[in-house]
């Protein structure tokens, strides 16, 4: 009895302890037991304090980061014998074709006011030893507004043949031209037929011949050589003739980083006016020059340094003064900046320009030679030059410069009243100092669209004349060309001419002063306005041979004037066709 009541006791015990445990509340004294007790029996039982976790587990961050691994090659020699092989020659296409080239074109087409125009042209086949070819074109077309009945034409043909011998490279040409030229101008009322129908047009023929020879030497411490020849005569229906010699060389060698070079240039001119006549009136002219440069290459500069010797022998228009001897020193560095992006540059340079019949009439067509015809040579001196041209991209290139040239015994021309038979210009010369400022720009920012636009601003000190005579105030201009479709091209140009001042001998109206008396003889001022000349052209090319196409000048059907009396046609359309063989 007493063995079984103690196992009893002790579970009231541990039944109150493992209570007071549960309720913390209730006993609040204690929350463990503070003895271990042991019972008599069949097993030994021991009751302890409890184990309580004190937070949550953490779960474990593995490494996942890519490993760097490094290794070494070893080293090990092995012995190669090669083996040689020939391989034929082969051609590699490291560049696009070019477009293929063909013997020669013709070319056909008419439009308004009676306007046809022929041009072909044929070239052998060219090879090493060389080539050969001709060619001729033919335009003509009425006289504006229909004033007069002749017409203007122009013809030219030629033959040329090029060879080499040795190193040597031997040209020959020859050609023939027969222009005819129409005075169909009023200065007094330019939309009305000349006073005097008779004899209102003049023809020039010229007829030429020149040879040169060129070194081709592949090493630049050769000395290589330049040579030409020219003659030309020109012949008018007043029984005028003019006969032209012309000569030049240049020779030249590189010594180290420098190359120096001497130039020559020879002139001779003889006018006969009058062959038919009694007072047959000769004029013989001539220039000549000798020009030795130094050109030196310095990394990124280059710079020119050398002297012009001009010589110039035109007696009989310089009233006996004889020759005339010249110096002009020429001077020109550039430098390049970032690879030509940009290059600023400096010049001093200057020449003798010889006016004679060919040159005049080149400028003025309307010139008439008669016995008072007096031609100088035009001495340009103090020709100084500053500017800056440059490439930023493939797409963008561009010049700006400033410049000033002053003329000796510059040419000017003025309407002569001694003519009635349309109206006709003569010469007369004076001091002319130029400056001027400008620049282009070259755009390509779109594929196959080309753009440049060019502008110059001008100031004249024309030594007390009343104006430098037909010599305009600004000059701009636009040209751009497009191909679309590998088929279609359009180009188009637009020119803008500033106001300018002309000089007749002409009263252009019962109010008109005069700005200068000589005699009877009295010279006024006329004011040419400024115009705009704009002309677009299309052409479709069928295939790689043929092609039509459309031109269309002064599409803005303006009647601006170039000489006094003169004026232009109004808009021209012309419709043609080209075929290569």
Partial sequence: MNHFSIPFLSLVV?????????????????????????FVGEREMIVKDALKLQSWPELRKLENSK????????????????????????????????????RGYARAGYGLNNTPLIDISFTDLRSREGTWGFNGSHFATNAPLGLVDERFKDSKAGVWISRFIGKERVDFSADLSRKNIVFYGNAQNDSLRPANELGTHERYITAGAD??????????????????????QMRDLQSTVENNYEGSFDAGKFVGKEHFSLSG???????????????????????????????????????????????DADKQSRNGEGSRFHFYPKVEASLRVLRDVFVP???????????????????????????????????????????????????????VFGSSAHYEDYMYFVN?????????????????????????????????????????????????????????????????????LEKFKVDCAVEI???????????????????????????????????????????????????VWLRCSNVTNSSYRNWIGYPVQRFQALFGASYAF
């Fill in 265 to 311: 240039y020879m002139n001779i001119d003889r006018l006969v006016i009058g062959t038919n006549n009694p007072d047959t009136l000769k004029t013989d002219a001539a220039i000549a020059s000798f020009t030795p440069m130094v050109t030196s290459y310095r990394g990124p500069l280059t710079v020119r340094v050398g002297a012009g010797l001009w010589i």
């Fill in 14 to 38: 541990l039944s109150s302890s493992v209570f007071a445990q549960e309720n913390p509340v209730e006993n609040t004294s204690t929350d463990s037991l503070k003895m271990d007790v042991t």
């Fill in 67 to 102: 490993r760097d691994f490094a290794y070494r090659l070893l080293a090990k020699r092995m012995n190669v014998s090669p083996a040689w092989s020939m391989i034929e020659p082969v051609r590699l296409r490291v560049d696009a074709p070019l477009s293929r080239l063909y």
């Fill in 497 to 547: 001419i500033g106001s300018r001042s002309a000089i007749t001998q002409v009263e252009p109206h019962p109010e008109a002063e005069p700005i200068l008396q000589n005699g009877d003889i009295s010279s006024y001022a006329v004011k040419l306005p400024s115009y705009i000349d704009a002309n677009i052209g299309v052409e479709y090319r069928y295939n790689s041979r043929t092609a």
């Fill in 416 to 484: 002569d009243t001694l003519l009635d038979s349309g109206t006709r210009f003569s010469t007369f010369y004076d001091t002319l100092t130029v400056t001027k400022i400008g620049g282009h720009l070259t755009l390509n920012l779109i594929d196959n669209l080309d753009l440049r636009l060019a502008g110059t601003l001008f100031k004249y000190d024309a030594n007390g004349l009343e104006n430098a005579w037909n010599l305009p105030s600004a000059t701009w201009s636009v040209e751009a060309s497009y191909e679309f």
């Fill in 211 to 232: 040879v040169a020879f060129k070194s081709h030497h592949r090493d630049s411490t050769d000395l290589n050589h330049e040579i030409a020849l020219k003659w030309s």
């Fill in 345 to 399: 540059y400096i010049s001093l340079d200057g020449r003798l320009d010889q006016n004679r019949l060919e040159t005049v009439v080149r400028d003025n067509p309307f010139y008439y030679s008669s016995l008072d015809s007096e031609f100088r040579t035009t001495s340009i001196s103090r020709d100084i030059e500053i500017g800056m041209r440059g490439t930023i991209t493939e797409a963008l290139s561009f010049q």
